[in-house]
């Protein structure tokens, strides 16, 4: 396993990995699936005397067609052909669930410093990292699309490498793919070249899981002096619509607080409705759902957080998933911290005072003192970090920077410290310890004053105690927005209704943040006294006709949750619109805990979207509706 990460099979501590190159043919195949067959060159040091053998993540879909040693001196990026290369023998051995460990001997040993380029001729495409969309399942309902998803554990099921985060290294790719497509990737530089070949460079240091391809019928737009978006043709008008001329703000308020954006370029590619999550931070170009288009920018400021990873995640890195909250919680911290200097503190504590409901309703759901529920997570050996995912990275971790922060008591020079932070790590691979070690160091003065071991706060606490977070940022100044949505929800809620009081109140100028807390205390309280529901969505159009998908979730949620059918084909609509799992799933829950009519619409409604969802999402909702899945 590779030193300090039970994920990974690598041989990281006996090699160091200075540079990766992929040659892939990209080949579609009916119905909803594909090859990729090529090869990947790693040019390695050695580490240490004697190495005889070179370890690497991959996984039982990846085919190993042959493995070899290029002559010394031989370019990574290219060079001999097959022929002049050694050949190496090699073995693929069990490892986890998750992936294999693949064995290439080496000829003779090598000594410490050692540079050794090898090459292995494989093919892909059966695996979880690698996702084929049928016509049906993108936009434009026309050509298939492919796009690889590496976090966590993942991209040994792209190429064989070393899946850790704890290794970092520059890559290049050619990828030769169909007329009529187009292939982006995560890569500063991209170049066109004749016969539909694709040429990519990233210069910057980078871990596997960060390593992204996407393949379809995408064209793009520029946006900004650094930013363009992509997207299917028939999604790129809104796409520039939305976000003509609002990336360069985020980005330049995150140089202001963090320094200097060093990815050169930020480009957002709206994916196919079927991608199953919010978005994907790979460097250069975030993945995002198609859900952010809502056709007033309302969603826009949805990607700060993807933004805020360019410092805290892509930049500093985790070097195992058991700390992933130093990716998360830096990145929350960042991400609202931003907010702040362009919303003010009001917008940015409402939105944060929504992520604090969500780790308390993770946490009841768990039982606090669940292991997962503190900062350092033990993953054991065979345990894939994907099953460790949930709200207490993100939140906790929030909470945690927070308080660091709180110790300072200057916000600017905690900023500052955010900035010597990033300078001090970029392009490498931390543990928490590494961070706290710094953060003491940089403030003398607190590590004088003991502030690691203040009872009930102790720094070990945090990291290694399940748990409700031991402090909690004020987010007071939220109130100023959450008061009226409190009090607007609780005369909805009235049995004696006052019309007069809830026309009085005016909601047309209220952010979506502001919105999406009004309509969570709706819930809340639902049922409403009768004919309520029907008055709301004649009052509120902008809620009742949203294309907002963080309104129209709860929205239809709230549908549910009343029986107001006469509005269930709001639900239908939303469903046949997209397929990412945080709006897809709480609905079916809602329909099946709902009256009989909406249990029917549930049926109904899966058996024409299934076709277009993630596999995943077809087989989280086929629970969810007592069907079999492709598991059982």
């Known amino acids: 396993m590779a030193a300090g990460d039970a994920a990974s099979a690598c041989s990281a501590d006996a090699f160091q990995l200075r540079h990766l190159h992929l040659a892939l043919r990209v080949a579609f195949e009916p119905p909803g699936s594909g090859r990729l067959q090529g090869s990947v060159r790693l040019e390695l040091t050695c580490l240490r005397d004697r190495a005889v053998e070179l370890v690497l993540d991959s996984h039982p879909s990846v085919e ?50 050692d540079t050794v380029v090898v090459e292995i001729a494989y093919r ?68 066109k070249q004749k016969n539909n070949t694709f040429l990519f460079k990233m210069p910057q240091p980078i871990p596997s899981y960060l390593v992204a391809l996407v393949v379809g019928d995408i064209v793009s737009a520029e946006v900004g002096p650094r930013s363009r978006v992509w997207a299917e043709p028939c999604l790129i008008e809104a796409a520039k619509k939305e976000y003509d001329g609002v990336i360069e703000e985020f980005l330049t308020t995150g140089e202001k607080l963090f320094g200097p954006y060093v990815w050169e370029r930020y480009d957002v ?4 409705p079927s991608f199953p999550f919010g978005g994907m ?9 198609p859900c952010l288009l809502a056709g007033d920018r309302s969603l826009a400021d949805v990607i700060i957080h993807e933004i805020s990873h360019s410092w805290f995640g892509n930049l500093v890195t985790n070097a195992h998933w058991g700390e992933f909250w130093l990716n998360e919680g830096f990145t929350m911290y960042a991400q609202r911290r931003i907010t702040t200097e362009i919303y003010g503190a009001a917008y940015t504590c409402l939105e944060a005072a929504t992520g604090r409901a969500l780790l308390r309703q993770h946490m009841d759901n768990t039982g606090e003192d669940h292991p997962l529920n503190k900062l350092r997570v033990l993953i054991e050996p065979g345990v894939d970090p994907e099953d460790t995912y949930n709200e207490t990275p993100y939140e906790k971790g929030y909470c945690f920077v927070s308080y660091l922060a709180h110790l300072v008591g200057d916000q600017s020079k905690f900023d500052a410290f955010l900035q010597a932070y990033v300078n001090q790590f970029k392009f490498q691979s931390i543990t ?26 102790e720094f070990d606490r945090w990291l290694n105690t399940p748990g409700w977070p031991p402090y909690l940022p004020d987010l007071s100044p939220g109130e100023e927005l959450m008061k009226p949505a409190e009090k607007l929800a609780e005369l909805w809620a009235s049995p004696d209704h006052n019309m007069a009081a809830i026309k009085a109140m005016d909601i047309s100028a209220w952010k979506t943040f502001q919105l999406v807390y009004f309509l969570d205390k709706v819930l809340e309280k639902s049922p409403l006294p009768d004919g309520n529901i029907e008055k709301m969505s ?11 998908a963080e309104l129209r979730l709860r929205w239809c949620q709230i549908l549910l949750k009343n029986n107001h059918d006469a509005e269930f084909d709001k639900v239908k609509d939303f469903l046949h619109s997209q397929g990412k799992q945080k709006y897809t799933l709480p609905i079916y829950r809602a329909m099946v805990s709902g009256s009989e009519t909406a249990r029917a619409l549930a049926v109904e409604t899966f058996s024409a979207t299934a076709p277009q969802l993630h596999v995943h999402v077809q087989n989280y909702v086929k629970k969810i509706l007592g069907l079999k899945t492709e598991e059982n």
């Not at 016509?135 to 070393?162: D, H, I, W």
């Open 432 to 457: 928490a310890d590494d961070a706290l070690e710094f953060y003491l160091e940089y403030f003398p003065e607190l590590k004088k004053k003991g502030v690691d071991t203040i009872p009930g706060f």
């Open 64 to 113: 190993v067609e042959s493995a070899g040693l290029a002559p010394p001196g031989s370019p990574c990026g290219g060079g001999p052909e097959a022929g002049a290369l050694r050949p190496l023998a090699f073995q693929n051995r069990p490892f986890a669930g998750y992936g294999s460990a693949l064995h290439i001997g080496l000829p003779e040993p090598l000594t410490c410093g």
């Open 538 to 548: 004649s009052l509120y159009p902008k809620i009742s006709r949203a294309q907002n």
């Open 281 to 289: 931070e790979n460097p250069c170009i975030t993945f995002v759902t």
């Open 269 to 272: 590619l709206f994916m196919p």
């Open 124 to 191: 892909a495409g059966g695996g979880p990292g690698v996702c084929w969309l049928t016509p049906e399942q993108t936009a434009g309902k026309q050509q298939p699309c492919m796009y690889t998803q590496g976090q966590a554990v993942l991209n040994r099921s792209f190429f064989p490498c070393f899946d850790t985060p704890a290794v970092k290294s520059t890559y290049s790719a050619v990828i030769k793919v169909p007329d009529g497509f187009t292939a982006v990737m995560s890569a500063i530089h991209w170049e």
